[in-house]
Nanobody, 126 residues
Framework: QLQLVESGGGLVQAGGSLRLSCAAS????????MGWFRQAPGKERQFVAG????????YYTDSVKGRFTISRDNAKNFVHLQMNSLKPEDTAVYYC???????????????????WGQGTQVTVSS
């Protein structure tokens, strides 16, 4: 099972940018679709973005399309989330996750993902 560690969160003003990174170890990272999720206080964890094992296909929730970009570096075992034009409603703890199944399409259900990082806080001030 992959071990995942997120970094890059912080406090930023609305309209600013952050780049989240997730370092993977302990498994065949390049085989697994990866995703970013977020959870705001009092709300359920929700899918933000995902990409296939090779990185060719990406998928975003509607609220971040055109602002966020997910990418991966299979040589270095990293997945990134570039977040631009941040809004206060993007404030949440952001989690990196690996799909339970190798290869295959991007899935958006939390139940589809078997390995999770500890999360990194993103706070966007107005």
């Amino acid at each position: 099972q992959l071990q995942l560690v997120e970094s890059g969160g912080g406090l930023v003003q609305a309209g600013g940018s952050l780049r989240l990174s997730c370092a993977a170890s302990g498994g065949s990272f390049s085989s697994y679709p990866m995703g970013w999720f977020r959870q705001a206080p009092g709300k359920e964890r929700q899918f933000v973005a995902g990409l296939t094992s090779g990185g060719a296909s990406t998928y975003y929730t509607d609220s971040v399309k055109g602002r966020f970009t997910i990418s991966r570096d299979n040589a270095k075992n990293f997945v990134h989330l570039q977040m631009n034009s941040l809004k206060p409603e993007d404030t949440a703890v952001y989690y990196c996750a690996a799909d339970r199944r190798p290869y295959g399409s991007v899935r958006s259900s939390t139940a589809a993902f078997g390995s999770w990082g500890q999360g990194t806080q993103v706070t966007v001030s107005s």
